[in-house]
């Protein structure tokens, strides 16, 4: 990222007045996440015991047509929960549970369905935790089990349980609370269909809580927003080199003054180094509106999973929290406003194997 964001010599960032004074604030409730009010949250399902995983191509404990308690062959069609499975079936496979995409964050617990309805749970978005490490991470319900005479509450995907750090037996939470239950994916049915009419919120979701900052190292490479100035995109970068060297590149203030709002490490935890409210040097040309998360890796690195649950749930606060729409979720690169399109090969291949926007879109309608 050496050069990437190095200013031209004709221009220089508009955003390098570290000590400016901050205007009155527009959103002080971002700076203060810590003394927000919790809404009072409303469990309708919890269960806490030991898991093991399934699904996907691998899963010889599923017989080849074995399907799923809450997905029908239809639902492949359904943008909304397309994302869930591969995009064609592996060789012999019929059912859908041997189709799962492995990689998705996906569980499955013994339902009552008295009291949680399938197709509420269809909707539903659960809170999925490792009590011993503290990791979290949501994931959607797609079957019931496993079997009570296994002495497990759950399955997950697979690649739900090695981005929790959970292996066979090991303990999970799951809570699905009603503040959670309407899914964060938007759904792309026509209207007046079916799935539409479907897809209505049972409940109105009320704020997300911004995911846990593990050090606020703070960065002087920022200035304040002009007033008046609205946050509507977030751009995703890749650091291109280690953690450290990432952090203090972002607090030298006597080279190329950059800064990000966010870092990711490969193990999810995320470090904060510039206030929402300030504008960070990280897209140049594109400062003034943005906010800016590196994500930890090399040009050949994709996402960790950790790294990649970590950013989602981020990328989901930040968006309700700033009212930023979906559809400006950008790669460095393809930033509109970036001064040197075709500049940088940021963010590399951590969203996918194609430098390109669509890739970037790609993750983001099937993971945030
Ligand atoms: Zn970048």
């Not at 999973?305 to 400006?328: C, D, K, M, V, Y």
């Amino acid at each position: 990222m050496a050069q990437k964001r190095k200013p031209s010599k004709k221009k220089k960032p508009a955003a390098r007045r570290p000590q400016h004074k901050k205007p009155a604030a527009k959103r002080p409730q971002s700076k203060k996440p810590a003394t927000k009010i919790p809404p009072v949250e409303e469990i309708l399902f919890r269960v806490e015991g030991k898991m093991s995983t399934f699904g996907g191509p691998k899963d010889t404990g599923m017989s080849t047509d074995e399907g799923l308690a809450l997905f029908a062959p239809t639902d492949l069609q359904n943008p909304k929960y397309s994302y869930l499975f591969l995009p064609t079936p592996p060789p012999g496979i019929t059912g859908l549970g041997r189709r799962l995409n492995p990689d998705k964050y996906y569980f499955a617990c013994r339902w009552n369905y008295n009291d949680t309805p399938k197709e509420f749970l269809k909707r539903a978005l659960a809170r999925v935790e490792n009590p011993l490490n503290g990791r979290a991470a949501d994931a959607r319900p797609v079957d019931w089990g496993p079997n009570i005479a296994t002495g497990r509450v759950a399955d997950l995907s697979p690649g739900l349980a090695a981005a929790l750090g959970l292996e066979t037996d090991d303990v999970v939470r799951i809570t699905i609370s009603a503040l959670r239950a309407t899914p964060v994916k938007p759904g792309k049915a026509v209207k007046g269909s079916k799935e539409a009419k479907q897809a209505a919120p049972v409940s109105r979701p009320a704020a997300l809580a911004k995911p846990v900052v593990k050090q606020f190292v703070r960065s002087p490479n920022c200035s304040c927003r002009q007033v008046g100035t609205k946050i509507d995109k977030i751009v995703l970068h890749c650091t291109e080199g280690s953690l450290a060297s990432a952090l203090a590149e972002f607090q030298q203030n006597d080279s190329r003054k950059v800064s990000a709002h966010y870092v990711i490490d490969r193990n999810g935890d995320i470090y904060q180094m510039v206030n929402d409210a300030d504008c960070a040097n990280h897209c140049m040309g594109a400062n003034h509106g943005s906010i800016g998360i590196e994500h930890v890796g090399s040009e050949t690195d994709s996402l960790a999973p950790p790294q990649a649950a970590a950013s989602a749930a981020l990328i989901r606060w930040l968006l309700q929290e700033h009212q930023i729409p979906r559809t400006n979720i950008f790669g460095h690169d393809f930033t509109p406003g970036y001064c040197r399109p075709g500049g940088t090969s940021c963010p590399d291949k951590l969203f996918g194997p194609v430098h390109s926007q669509a890739t970037i879109a790609a993750w983001v309608a099937a993971n945030v």
